[in-house]
């Protein structure tokens, strides 16, 4: 049992040992290099840039009441449709004091006139019957008693504006009833029952009742950076990603890049605008945020080849071509070649290579 067990130690030392040698035999050995090949082959490249921003209703008014007061009805909510003319909001005239007393007085002092060129009237009606009276006299009488009635009219027509906000005669035009000007959706109402709201004139913009925007043009608003902004012109397509439709992708045209720059955290940047087609399916809503990808430049069905595999060297560009194998080791040769435009990922080759050579690529294995 001891002779077994001697026997079996010693092989297990012998295989010990061989492993040994063998495991430093194969370190010392040369690493063998294998390199990714790549074939050049027809492709597209397109030279892209991304335009951050968001898409906003082209036209969005302000409804802004033409007379001061207090809102005592509101007839939309937002996100409802309102046509051109449609009431939004009704306005409750909080007369002055001063004013009002003042259009009262109007009132009595043409009541108290009219009453007295009636008499007149009246008096010289009957002369004129008569005979005494000219008719000359008699139609100077009846234009006074026209005008008196005029003014008597005017005045209490003075006097439910400014205590009313509104001629009875005419209360389709009233002031206190607050229209939409353009016809869309209404995406604010800022105001309650009850605010106070002031009327716009030459040096206030008054309180808005209500925005309003036609939700079907819509433009996307972003801003590129000035080392782009020189390669890129109106008319060009923008295609827009919306980050909460992150499934689907609208197309656009640039009608607009700004001739002057903002700055913003050091970077010079230029607002564009363009215009969003927006299927009849979609609703966007105002304010989304959204990216435009802009093609800068592009080529299509031209030799491309990863733009790893070339090198530059004093001005010249290279690559590396297969040309054959000695045992395991992969034979390149270097290959002067002309290139064009780059994405990045891919170059495009003018001259140089041909469908059938291959070129080194990243190292694989060593």
């Given at each position: 049992?001891?002779?077994?067990?001697?026997?079996?130690?010693?092989?297990a030392?012998?295989?010990?040992?061989?492993?040994?040698?063998?495991?430093?035999?194969?370190?010392?050995?040369?690493?063998?290099?294998?390199?990714?090949?790549?074939?050049?082959?027809?492709?597209?490249?397109?030279?892209?840039?991304?335009?951050?921003?968001?898409?906003?209703?082209?036209?969005?008014?302000?409804?802004?009441p033409?007379?001061?007061?207090?809102?005592?009805r509101?007839?939309?909510?937002?996100?409802?449709?309102?046509?051109?003319?449609?009431i939004?909001?009704?306005?409750?005239?909080?007369?002055?004091?001063?004013?009002?007393?003042?259009?009262?007085?109007?009132?009595?002092?043409?009541?108290l006139?009219?009453?007295?060129?009636?008499?007149?009237?009246?008096?010289?009606?009957?002369?004129?019957?008569?005979?005494?009276?000219?008719?000359?006299?008699?139609?100077?009488?009846?234009?006074?008693?026209k005008?008196?009635?005029?003014?008597?009219?005017?005045?209490?027509?003075?006097?439910?504006?400014?205590?009313?906000?509104?001629?009875?005669?005419?209360?389709?035009?009233?002031?206190?009833?607050?229209?939409?000007?353009?016809?869309?959706?209404i995406?604010?109402?800022?105001?309650?029952?009850?605010?106070?709201?002031?009327?716009?004139?030459?040096?206030?913009a008054?309180t808005?009742?209500?925005?309003?925007?036609?939700?079907?043009?819509?433009?996307?608003?972003?801003?590129?950076?000035?080392?782009?902004?020189?390669?890129?012109?109106?008319?060009m397509?923008?295609?827009?990603?919306?980050?909460?439709?992150?499934?689907?992708?609208?197309?656009?045209?640039?009608?607009?890049?700004?001739?002057?720059?903002?700055?913003?955290?050091?970077?010079?940047?230029?607002?564009?605008?363009?215009?969003?087609?927006?299927?009849?399916?979609?609703?966007?809503?105002?304010?989304?945020?959204?990216?435009?990808?802009?093609?800068?430049?592009?080529?299509?069905?031209?030799?491309?080849?990863?733009?790893?595999?070339?090198?530059?060297?004093?001005?010249?560009?290279?690559?590396?071509?297969?040309?054959?194998?000695?045992?395991?080791?992969?034979?390149?040769?270097?290959?002067?070649?002309?290139t064009?435009?780059?994405?990045?990922?891919?170059?495009?080759?003018?001259?140089?290579?041909?469908?059938?050579?291959?070129?080194?690529g990243?190292?694989?294995?060593?």
């Amino acid at each position: 049992m001891k002779k077994i067990l001697r026997y079996f130690l010693i092989a297990a030392l012998v295989i010990g040992v061989l492993f040994t040698f063998f495991y430093l035999w194969k370190k010392s050995r040369p690493k063998q290099e294998v390199y990714e090949l790549f074939v050049p082959r027809p492709g597209d490249i397109e030279l892209k840039t991304v335009a951050t921003g968001k898409v906003e209703p082209r036209d969005e008014v302000a409804i802004v009441p033409q007379i001061s007061g207090i809102v005592s009805r509101l007839y939309k909510e937002p996100g409802e449709m309102a046509k051109t003319g449609e009431i939004i909001a009704r306005i409750q005239v909080i007369p002055e004091m001063g004013v009002l007393n003042a259009a009262e007085s109007r009132v009595t002092q043409a009541g108290l006139n009219l009453n007295q060129v009636e008499r007149v009237f009246d008096r010289t009606q009957e002369l004129y019957k008569a005979g005494v009276v000219v008719p000359e006299e008699y139609e100077n009488t009846e234009t006074q008693l026209k005008l008196a009635r005029e003014e008597l009219r005017n005045a209490q027509d003075h006097l439910e504006i400014v205590r009313d906000g509104i001629v009875s005669r005419s209360s389709a035009a009233s002031n206190t009833q607050i229209r939409s000007t353009i016809s869309g959706m209404i995406l604010d109402i800022p105001v309650k029952v009850g605010n106070s709201v002031i009327q716009a004139n030459t040096f206030n913009a008054g309180t808005t009742i209500a925005t309003v925007a036609d939700m079907n043009d819509m433009l996307f608003h972003g801003n590129i950076d000035e080392t782009e902004v020189g390669r890129i012109r109106e008319g060009m397509p923008l295609d827009i990603t919306i980050g909460a439709l992150q499934d689907q992708h609208f197309q656009a045209v640039l009608e607009y890049i700004s001739p002057k720059s903002t700055e913003s955290n050091g970077a010079i940047l230029f607002e564009i605008k363009a215009a969003v087609t927006i299927p009849k399916s979609v609703f966007i809503r105002a304010g989304y945020s959204a990216n435009a990808e802009i093609i800068l430049d592009s080529r299509y069905n031209v030799l491309v080849i990863p733009e790893g595999s070339v090198e530059f060297r004093n001005g010249d560009t290279f690559v590396k071509v297969f040309e054959k194998m000695e045992g395991d080791k992969q034979v390149f040769s270097d290959r002067q070649v002309v290139t064009g435009l780059s994405d990045g990922i891919h170059i495009e080759i003018k001259e140089g290579l041909t469908p059938q050579d291959k070129v080194r690529g990243t190292l694989i294995t060593q």
